[in-house]
Every structure is written in structure tokens, then in C-alpha cells.
């Protein structure tokens, strides 16, 4: 068990580019979600694949936000036209997929848009 | 929406006093769960509860899950300065659906030694 793995740790963008993060799961599991986070407050909820299949997607999810899970292994996140108010932690979980699978988290990363 | 609240938001004690951080949910949750982050850390699943009035201890730490299952309290006792962090408790979507998680706002812990 390597743990969830993601890259860049950190990102500093200029308002109006595009990022794309990338999140490598525990191997054997099959559910993967994205959360934000920004200060003081909890992790939101993003969006969650089950194996390739992207199930559920946060109605407070932009349509400059995009995730694919190709090949039901590594994730990753895209922002397009990207703006200050999108400087977050985004973190990425992956679970074993069965009934209330505790979430295992990633370090992170830090997106700041300038 | 179905929401989680947590108070309170931050909680300054002294080495050794106890702390106690509360958890509410606008729905009956099928289960709750508990995370800690520390500073400049990630989310670390500490314990599930399932069962209605279930209490579950870690060796300082106490959970506890309300009689409706709408309500959850973490308990330490005696904090030390390892416990500095903050709390999440976090229930099942309302529908249940792929095990996505609703996090509460956290309560932050800091302990003076």
C-alpha cells in the first residue's frame, strides 16, 4: 500500500490558464474522488468514479472542471480559464468501493491563481 | 441541501483538559465517520460508527453516534499536544449512492503545553 499519490504538490497559475492535476489511487481500489478545500473549511465534494465511470458530479461543479479516469487507474483533474476564486487544496481519495469504505486521502494540490 | 455542522469552529485548551467537538446532520445518516488533519496534512480516517447510540473508544479518543442518527460527538480526554488538528466528521450522501462523503467545517484543536 503506497498510499494516494498526487502531483504537482503545488501550482501557481495566471487567471485565464488551464491546469490539469493528476491522482495515482491505491492500486486495488475502484472508487476515486475529488474534493476541494479551501481555508477553515471541510472538504466539498467534486465528483467520483467508480472504475472508469465518472458516477456523480457536484452540481456546484463548473463546466471549465473536467475528470477523466481512462483506464480505471490514475485520475486526472482539468480547470480551464482558470479564475482567483479556484485557488484551492484539491485532494484526491480513493476507497475499496464497498457500502461506507473509510476515504483515503492524498497530500494534495495547492492551486494558486494569480 | 443536505448539510453537516460542526461546532464549535475552534477550541484552544490547556495540555491535559479534555475537548469535545459536536456533530449534526440535516438528515439520518446510515453512518458516520471521523477524520483528523493536521496542520498542513490530509484528512486521516479515524473510526465509523453505525449503529444507533453506538460508542466506540481509542485509547483518549471517545465516539459517540446519537439515538436518531442524526448527531455524533468526539470526546479526548487528557489532551496532549499530539492531538493538535482538526476534526472532521463526515455522513453518506443522501442517497447513498458510491460511498461520496459530506464533511462538516472541522473543529480545530490547539493545545498549550
Known amino acids: 500500500d503506497t498510499g494516494v499519490s498526487q502531483n504537482p504538490r503545488h501550482k501557481i497559475t495566471k487567471r485565464g490558464q488551464n491546469v490539469t492535476f493528476r491522482c495515482d489511487p491505491i492500486?486495488?481500489?475502484?472508487?476515486l474522488y475529488w474534493y476541494r478545500q479551501t481555508l477553515g473549511q471541510g472538504p466539498e465534494f467534486l465528483t467520483y468514479?467508480?472504475?472508469?465511470?465518472?458516477?456523480?458530479k457536484s452540481r456546484l461543479l463548473s463546466d471549465r472542471f473536467s475528470a477523466e479516469r481512462p483506464k480505471g487507474s490514475f485520475s486526472t483533474l482539468e480547470i480551464q480559464r482558470t479564475e482567483q476564486g479556484d485557488s484551492a487544496m484539491y485532494l484526491c481519495?480513493?476507497?475499496?468501493?464497498?457500502?461506507?469504505?473509510?476515504?483515503?486521502f492524498g497530500n494534495g494540490t495547492r492551486l494558486t491563481v494569480t | 441541501g443536505q448539510q453537516v455542522m460542526q461546532i464549535p469552529q475552534y477550541q484552544h485548551v490547556q495540555e491535559g483538559e479534555d475537548f469535545t467537538t459536536y456533530c449534526n446532520s440535516s438528515?439520518?445518516?446510515?453512518?458516520i465517520q471521523w477524520y483528523k488533519q493536521r496542520p498542513g496534512g490530509h484528512p486521516v480516517f479515524l473510526i465509523q460508527?453505525?449503529?444507533?447510540?453506538e460508542v466506540k473508544k481509542q485509547k483518549r479518543l471517545t465516539f459517540q453516534f446519537g439515538e436518531a442518527k442524526k448527531n455524533s460527538s468526539l470526546h479526548i480526554t487528557a489532551t496532549q499536544t499530539t492531538d493538535v488538528g482538526t476534526y472532521f466528521c463526515?455522513?453518506?450522501?443522501?442517497?447513498?449512492?458510491?460511498?461520496?462523503?459530506?464533511f462538516g467545517q472541522g473543529t480545530e484543536l490547539s493545545v498549550k503545553p
Open positions: 481519495a480513493s476507497s475499496p468501493g464497498t457500502g461506507g469504505s473509510p476515504l483515503h
Open positions: 492500486s486495488e481500489h475502484n472508487r
Open positions: 468514479f467508480q472504475n472508469e465511470a465518472q458516477l456523480e
Open positions: 438528515t439520518t445518516l446510515s453512518n
Open positions: 460508527l453505525v449503529k444507533s447510540g
Open positions: 463526515a455522513g453518506p450522501g443522501i442517497y447513498n449512492q458510491g460511498g461520496k462523503l459530506i
